[in-house]
């Protein structure tokens, strides 16, 4: 099985390549800007060709969610035109498309985590472009499998735990919003968790579903903060503050915890609670890997 995978350099795309070397028999083509725009219909078309590639994931994504306020033709170029561009080329090709999107598909106003059927209402940008980017690998006809996820972070790239951890040998105190509630995911877990769908996918078989898959548990930025610290033995202490006091361009959603029984009962998927994740990436960080 020949894989592609975009947008390559990222956390996601970096963690999909620690796990390659595991996979014997499957080949794998990461490629990120500059060597591939996935907007651009003739080098998808070359790459796709050049591999003999089945399987498609798409881990590119313009992920500035106050950038993309000013800069929406950019984000909409490659959250939405990159993948009408990939989910085309998997049409043509019958490949596989795996499309990682995001949580903030929602407006955040539920009371009860999002199902995968649930009505979208993105509040900017960003969320309206990967929004319409899931609607464009639909209507692309390919075979597809949409994967949601949200608070993503890893050992690689720039993210809130990386963050919090570089402020906290900084400071002696970090004000961390407490009304923004979700659930982190470590992205070595979702990368696994889409090998395992593919290693599960049937050959030949035609799929078009969406799931969300982060780690299970509920938590707030405050609280992801405050155990952060914890699990590192850092002495910063954490202070709960309201949105308000953070004011930003983008809204974002207030609650974006998803539902993850619809991924766990068809993959047989065995989700970790975001605390172990955050252990593991911790002690992944100490051993610097």
């Not at 949601?148 to 402020?167: A, C, D, E």
Request: charged share 25%; aromatic share 10%.
């Amino acid at each position: 099985m020949n894989i592609l995978v975009t947008g390559s350099n990222g956390q996601l795309g970096s963690e999909l390549k620690v796990l390659a070397d595991c996979r014997d028999g499957w080949r794998f083509f990461f490629y990120d800007l500059p060597d591939l725009d996935i907007s651009d219909a003739d080098g998808v078309a070359a790459v796709c060709e050049g591999h003999d590639i089945d399987v498609m994931i798409n881990c590119a994504a313009y992920t500035a969610v106050d950038r993309a306020e000013d800069d929406a033709d950019a984000a909409f170029r490659v959250n939405r035109d990159g993948p009408a561009v990939l989910g085309a080329c998997a049409a043509l090709r019958g490949a596989l498309l795996v499309h990682v999107s995001t949580d903030y598909v929602f407006d955040g106003s539920a009371c009860r985590p999002y199902r995968e059927d649930d009505a979208v209402a993105p509040l900017g940008v960003y969320g309206r472009s990967k929004w319409e980017g899931e609607e464009a690998v639909r209507a692309s006809g390919a075979s597809h499998l949409i994967v949601r996820t949200s608070w993503l972070y890893s050992t690689f790239g720039n993210n809130f735990v990386k963050t919090m951890l570089r402020l906290s040998g900084e400071r002696d105190e970090l004000r961390v919003v407490f009304d923004q509630v979700g659930t982190p995911c470590y992205a070595a877990d979702l990368a696994g968790a889409i090998m395992s769908m593919l290693e599960q996918a049937r050959p030949g078989e035609r799929y078009a579903e969406t799931y969300h898959y982060s780690n299970e548990g509920v938590c707030s930025w405050y609280d992801f903060a405050v155990m952060i610290m914890r699990v590192a033995g850092r002495g910063c202490r954490v202070v709960p503050v309201e949105s308000v006091e953070f004011p930003a361009k983008a809204r974002r959603p207030h609650f974006s915890v998803m539902n993850k029984g619809k991924v766990r009962r068809d993959w047989g998927l065995d989700i970790p609670h975001w605390i172990d994740g955050l252990e593991r990436f911790a002690l992944r960080a100490v051993n610097g890997e």
